[in-house]
């Protein structure tokens, strides 16, 4: 099995990259990892006419931190967003995800950028990256913008990237002290996309009132979920078992679970709020 | 058709790709290295799996035009001189291949751990061939086999 006949651009630079995007339009695809893209293009489920790698675009494998916030260039391989002290340190609720999307060879090979903008529900990465407020950076025709994680989610594999537009990186809050997060995923098996992920990053104050909290939520909608309503009644409680069954109540309300291959829709909004629960435990344990 | 050269193996080797020719393709049809094995045809199995650049990835996964510049290790290069590397002497030690399909794929997931982590827990063992399929069931050898080379190969 492989492809259909395509045309093949090697993009030097962003510019580059979104002038041949822009100038092939609907018939193009950029590649960066193509461990979906190149999959779905074998089963002919995708067929562009032209594929632009990014990956000879220099300087887009940045791990840095600059002012409050740790930044990460589209083309950071998974297994180097895995081993990163800076997320190690400040953001253990994105190793998790990285960590448990798909196996060694993928994250060898897949992008932080690719996956952002695959944008799968079911995948680990958004739920995450709403968790702690991250933004999506993205290039293109008309230049340059960052753009909040909920505003990037349109629908289902859909963003907010317009033609021609590439994913240049992320950019993730550094957490104030006293923070920690965790993202825990349920999957049928290893390295599959999940039937349901949470992800929870909080800041707790030293009465342990929860001050601030990110709920992230993957497997459960047509798009990465973020549950803000549930974020908002648990900011300034005690996160006592009565605001927790709460929470999961909103959350609960927010997800829009679809039934497919994986897991029943009944099934997935049963295990929404056991996941939201644990991963809300997992992320005060890990408060520090 | 394009012009690619990459090292295969420790070796210089050209060929002339279709853009939409796979590494594995490459490997086996037009080099004629057949241990990269096709098993799944999605990404899912890791019979494919290479070193690129170092690095375990499955090649049914990449465009070989990519590799232009490149290195790449199959498992046909990782015996020296007819001696079996010691990975692969601890899979015949510990009969770790049953039908012998996902072997290549394991030993090169399992060549690419090593050489990350060279004294990898068994659950860190387990992690890194779980892109590896074997539908004998022969995990447990397996995983003895890579803990077995680990402790012979930071003997040495």
């Known amino acids: 099995m492989f492809p259909n006949v395509f045309e093949y651009y090697r993009a030097n630079s962003v510019a580059e990259a979104i002038a041949l995007l822009t100038k092939y339009g609907d018939d193009a695809r950029p590649i960066s990892g193509g461990q979906s893209l190149v999959p779905l293009m074998k089963l002919r489920l995708v067929n562009p006419g032209v594929i632009v790698d990014l990956n000879p675009i220099p300087g887009l494998d940045y791990v840095r931190r600059t002012d409050g916030v740790i930044e990460l260039g589209g083309l950071v391989r998974h297994a180097e967003a895995e081993s990163a002290a800076l997320l190690k340190q400040h953001l253990p609720v994105v190793v998790d995800a990285v960590e448990l999307t798909g196996d060694m060879q993928v994250r060898n090979r897949g992008t932080v950028g690719g996956v952002i903008a695959e944008a799968d529900p079911g995948g680990d990465w958004g739920a995450a990256l709403l968790a702690v407020n991250g933004k999506v950076e993205c290039e293109g025709p008309n230049g340059k913008r960052v753009i909040d994680g909920p505003d990037f989610y349109l629908d289902f594999l859909t963003t907010a990237l317009g033609p021609g537009e590439i994913v240049t990186g992320v950019q993730l809050p550094v957490p104030a002290a006293r923070s920690g997060g965790a993202y825990l995923k349920l999957e049928r098996r290893s390295g599959d996309f999940a039937v349901v992920g949470a992800a929870v990053q909080l800041t707790v104050g030293a009465d342990g009132t929860c001050q601030e909290i990110g709920i992230g939520l993957s497997g459960v909608g047509t798009i990465p979920i973020k549950a803000t309503e549930a974020e908002r009644a648990l900011k300034g409680t005690k996160l006592t078992d009565a605001d927790v069954a709460e929470a999961a109540r909103l959350v609960d309300g927010a997800i829009e679970p679809l039934t497919d291959v994986r897991a029943s829709a009944e099934y997935r909004r049963a295990m929404a709020g056991v996941y939201f629960k644990r991963a809300l435990k997992a992320a005060q344990a890990r408060v520090k | ?156």
């Open chain 2, 1 to 156: 058709m394009v012009e690619i050269k990459l090292k295969v193996n420790g070796e210089e080797r050209t060929a002339d790709v279709e853009p939409r020719m796979l590494l594995v393709h490459l490997l086996r049809d037009v080099l004629r290295l057949t241990g990269p094995h096709v098993g799944c045809v999605v990404g899912r199995c890791g019979a494919c799996t290479v070193l690129w650049n170092g690095k375990p990835v499955k090649s049914c996964m990449a465009l070989a035009i990519q590799t232009d510049g490149t290195e790449v290790v199959t498992v046909e290069g990782l015996a020296k001189d007819g001696e079996l590397s010691p990975l692969q002497e601890a899979f015949w030690e510990h009969d770790a291949a049953e039908c012998g399909y996902c072997t290549p794929g394991m030993l090169m997931a399992a060549t690419g751990l090593l050489m990350q982590n060279p004294t990898p827990t068994e659950a860190e063992i387990k992690r890194a061939i779980s892109g590896n399929l074997c539908r004998c069931t022969g995990y447990v050898n397996i995983v003895q086999a890579v803990r077995s080379a680990a402790m012979v190969m930071s003997e040495k």
